[in-house]
């Protein structure tokens, strides 16, 4: 097994000469024609009979590559002894990933007489129980529900030859650090321990020193760096235009199975939300849903009846959709292996796929030190827009209508009737229009362009290009009712429905604050404004927002004379000449005296 880093396809018997035959078998008739460089390198001499430490990307084959180092210390004459107490423990932190382990593990053992016992949460417990009291020799299962067996008696590890721990940083990032721990601490001292991670922070590393001995320390993730199945983009997008941005890339791909990610539950209810009310047939995967609306969603986006799904990263642990061809990374992932390992939901067994990161302009320096951390050649373009989005519709409905199909005897009597009451451009109009109208609109995106260098390149200058044009607004609070931009920022945010880079220069006059706001979004930031007023309210809310019909510089001169330097505006009564009572939920003056210190 020298080629350990070798490639599926070459169709060489060698690759298996030193598996059992049963193993070997099964590979064969499963299509391998190689092993990953996973599979190969945890039966390299040198990792037999050894604690290892694996880190492999998301859909490298490590089932099958932990399934092999198990087996070829298992099997005895090509057969498993007959099942009593589990020989071998395999961890995982989602119900899915588990199943999917028992379903890999099955046919890789199926010429052994293996016995492979499952126990998660949402299943019955007392028919797992049976299983494991009628013997088993592989136990697969989530830290929970398998804590609970062993504390009830049903799960006995006495007889461990191996544990694995699939997934372990999302298992410690999901609070299973006292279930494994747990389980870990009631196996035999002599068991192996397989602890396969994405990535390994401190905690995986602490986990490795206490409970492994002498580990060999196993990476694959430079050998397959970028996924070669995976075509990477990047889009360049206003902060506020992100779920615009998103509406225009599902529309322009079309994707079978698209898979949207998110870093936190609230913002996949939020932008699930935003889908369906858009039109897009969308389900949700975060930790606040239950188990029985994991799987409904799950059995939609199979069926065919859902297309996009919204996830975070840890609901999305596990989940294998072969129709998944579209990643898109709403909000940028933490770091360079969780951006892989969110990409590698797609890209799988051959398939082309492709992984999109929507990228806000004052972030982008920092998404392209990620990408050249991970060696990702990510291609930068625009969002597409509405027409160019309409042009893919053209194509894909000319490719569709002029598709040869074999019509049943009812279509065509039905053409028939058509073409009997239409003409053909008629008929060729309502075929565009019917297709036109279940199709989500596209969105109209702000325009990025005064935010590139001269030479063309997309990347932001520092400079505040995109406020050469802007209109001013003016709030009806000044100094004299405290206004500071520390705590006006935050509030124009929430009534504007704005981001921090989209509010311009800030001037505050005695009784009012001007303040500047790009022309692009000035029909937006006025409608938002709009709707989260309250007028007369003592809160944010009563503060009245409107266009300025005057620039500072001449609101400035009406303020004068102003205060003498070092007395108190009168912040109690309304102000001289009418008007609304001081906002109240303003910082309160500064003390009087000198500094402190």
């Given at each position: 097994?020298?080629?350990?880093?070798?490639?599926?396809?070459?169709?060489s018997?060698?690759?298996f000469?030193?598996?059992?035959?049963p193993?070997?078998?099964?590979?064969?008739?499963?299509?391998y024609?190689d092993?990953?460089?996973?599979q190969?390198?945890?039966?390299?001499?040198?990792a037999?009979?050894?604690d290892?430490?694996?880190?492999a990307?998301?859909?490298?084959?490590?089932?099958v590559?932990?399934?092999?180092?198990?087996g070829?210390?298992?099997l005895?004459?090509?057969?498993?002894?007959?099942?009593?107490a589990?020989?071998?423990?395999?961890?995982?932190?989602?119900?899915?990933?588990a199943?999917?382990?028992?379903?890999e593990?099955?046919?890789l053992?199926?010429?052994?007489?293996?016995?492979?016992?499952?126990?998660?949460?949402?299943?019955?417990p007392s028919?797992?129980?049976?299983?494991?009291?009628?013997?088993?020799?592989?136990?697969v299962?989530?830290?929970?529900?398998?804590?609970d067996?062993l504390?009830?008696?049903?799960?006995?590890?006495?007889?461990?030859?191996?544990?694995?721990?699939?997934?372990?940083?999302?298992?410690?990032?999901?609070?299973?650090?006292?279930?494994?721990?747990e389980?870990?601490?009631?196996?035999?001292?002599?068991?192996?321990?397989l602890?396969?991670?994405?990535?390994?922070?401190k905690?995986?590393?602490?986990?490795?020193?206490?409970?492994?001995h002498?580990?060999?320390?196993?990476?694959?993730?430079?050998d397959?760096?970028?996924?070669?199945?995976?075509?990477?983009?990047?889009?360049?997008?206003?902060?506020?235009?992100?779920e615009?941005?998103?509406?225009n890339?599902?529309?322009?791909h079309?994707?079978e199975?698209?898979?949207?990610?998110?870093?936190?539950?609230?913002?996949?209810?939020?932008?699930?939300?935003t889908l369906?009310e858009r039109?897009f047939?969308?389900?949700?995967?975060?930790?606040?849903?239950?188990?029985?609306?994991?799987?409904?969603?799950?059995?939609?986006l199979?069926?065919?009846?859902?297309?996009?799904?919204?996830?975070?990263?840890?609901?999305?642990?596990?989940i294998?959709?072969?129709?998944?061809?579209?990643?898109?990374?709403?909000?940028i992932?933490r770091?360079?292996?969780?951006?892989?390992?969110?990409?590698?939901?797609?890209?799988?067994a051959?398939?082309?796929?492709?992984a999109?990161?929507?990228?806000?302009?004052?972030?982008?320096r920092?998404v392209?030190?990620m990408?050249?951390?991970?060696?990702?050649?990510?291609?930068?373009?625009?969002?597409p827009?509405p027409?160019?989005?309409r042009a893919?519709?053209?194509?894909?409905?000319?490719?569709?209508?002029?598709?040869?199909?074999?019509?049943?005897?009812?279509?065509?009597?039905?053409?028939?009737?058509?073409?009997?009451?239409?003409g053909p451009?008629?008929?060729?109009?309502?075929?565009?229009?019917?297709?036109?109208?279940?199709?989500?609109?596209?969105?109209e995106?702000?325009?990025?362009?005064?935010?590139?260098?001269?030479?063309?390149?997309?990347?932001p200058?520092?400079?505040?290009?995109g406020?050469d044009?802007?209109?001013?607004?003016?709030?009806?609070?000044?100094?004299?009712h405290n206004?500071?931009?520390?705590?006006?920022?935050?509030?124009?945010?929430?009534?504007?429905h704005?981001?921090?880079?989209?509010?311009?220069?800030?001037?505050?006059?005695?009784?009012e604050?001007?303040f500047?706001?790009?022309?692009?979004i000035?029909?937006?930031?006025?409608?938002a404004v709009?709707?989260?007023?309250?007028?007369?309210s003592?809160?944010e809310?009563?503060?009245?927002?409107d266009?300025?019909?005057?620039t500072?510089?001449d609101?400035?001169r009406e303020?004068?004379?102003?205060?003498?330097p070092?007395?108190r505006?009168?912040?109690?009564?309304?102000?001289?000449?009418?008007?609304r009572?001081p906002?109240?939920?303003k910082?309160?003056?500064?003390?009087k005296g000198p500094?402190?210190?």
């Amino acid at each position: 097994m020298a080629q350990s880093g070798s490639l599926p396809g070459a169709a060489s018997a060698a690759p298996f000469a030193a598996l059992p035959a049963p193993l070997a078998a099964a590979l064969t008739a499963r299509g391998y024609a190689d092993l990953t460089a996973v599979q190969a390198a945890v039966i390299e001499p040198e990792a037999l009979g050894r604690d290892l430490v694996v880190s492999a990307r998301t859909g490298s084959g490590k089932t099958v590559a932990f399934g092999l180092a198990m087996g070829a210390a298992l099997l005895a004459d090509d057969q498993l002894p007959r099942a009593a107490a589990p020989l071998a423990l395999i961890v995982a932190p989602t119900r899915e990933l588990a199943l999917q382990v028992s379903r890999e593990l099955t046919w890789l053992f199926a010429g052994t007489g293996a016995t492979v016992t499952t126990c998660v949460g949402g299943m019955d417990p007392s028919r797992e129980r049976r299983a494991l009291y009628q013997g088993a020799h592989f136990v697969v299962g989530t830290p929970g529900r398998l804590r609970d067996h062993l504390e009830r008696g049903a799960l006995d590890l006495s007889a461990l030859s191996f544990v694995v721990l699939d997934e372990a940083d999302e298992m410690l990032d999901m609070g299973f650090r006292e279930d494994l721990e747990e389980l870990l601490d009631a196996t035999p001292a002599n068991r192996r321990t397989l602890l396969f991670s994405a990535t390994l922070p401190k905690p995986i590393v602490a986990l490795a020193k206490r409970y492994q001995h002498e580990a060999l320390r196993i990476s694959t993730v430079g050998d397959e760096q970028g996924h070669g199945d995976i075509a990477y983009q990047a889009v360049t997008v206003s902060p506020s235009d992100i779920e615009n941005a998103v509406v225009n890339l599902l529309r322009f791909h079309e994707a079978e199975t698209a898979m949207l990610f998110c870093a936190t539950r609230d913002n996949v209810r939020h932008l699930h939300a935003t889908l369906v009310e858009r039109g897009f047939a969308a389900v949700a995967l975060s930790g606040e849903h239950s188990q029985n609306e994991r799987n409904q969603a799950l059995q939609a986006l199979r069926d065919k009846r859902a297309r996009v799904c919204v996830a975070t990263d840890v609901a999305a642990r596990g989940i294998d959709i072969a129709s998944l061809s579209l990643v898109i990374h709403v909000e940028i992932p933490r770091d360079a292996e969780a951006l892989q390992h969110r990409s590698g939901r797609t890209g799988r067994a051959g398939k082309k796929g492709t992984a999109v990161l929507i990228v806000p302009y004052p972030r982008r320096r920092r998404v392209e030190m990620m990408l050249r951390g991970a060696r990702i050649d990510a291609q930068w373009m625009d969002v597409p827009g509405p027409e160019q989005i309409r042009a893919q519709d053209h194509e894909r409905l000319i490719a569709t209508l002029t598709a040869p199909i074999e019509p049943s005897e009812a279509e065509s009597e039905l053409a028939g009737r058509l073409l009997a009451t239409m003409g053909p451009e008629e008929l060729a109009l309502a075929l565009v229009r019917a297709h036109a109208s279940r199709l989500p609109e596209p969105e109209e995106l702000i325009d990025l362009s005064a935010r590139t260098k001269p030479d063309g390149q997309a990347r932001p200058v520092h400079h505040r290009e995109g406020f050469d044009d802007t209109v001013w607004f003016r709030m009806d609070i000044g100094r004299r009712h405290n206004a500071d931009p520390r705590w006006l920022l935050p509030l124009l945010c929430r009534r504007g429905h704005v981001t921090r880079t989209e509010i311009g220069a800030i001037r505050i006059a005695a009784n009012e604050t001007f303040f500047q706001i790009p022309r692009a979004i000035e029909a937006k930031f006025r409608a938002a404004v709009a709707r989260t007023a309250n007028p007369g309210s003592e809160d944010e809310s009563g503060i009245t927002i409107d266009l300025s019909p005057e620039t500072p510089r001449d609101a400035a001169r009406e303020n004068r004379p102003r205060a003498e330097p070092g007395s108190r505006a009168n912040d109690r009564g309304p102000r001289p000449g009418g008007g609304r009572a001081p906002f109240k939920g303003k910082p309160k003056p500064h003390r009087k005296g000198p500094r402190p210190g």
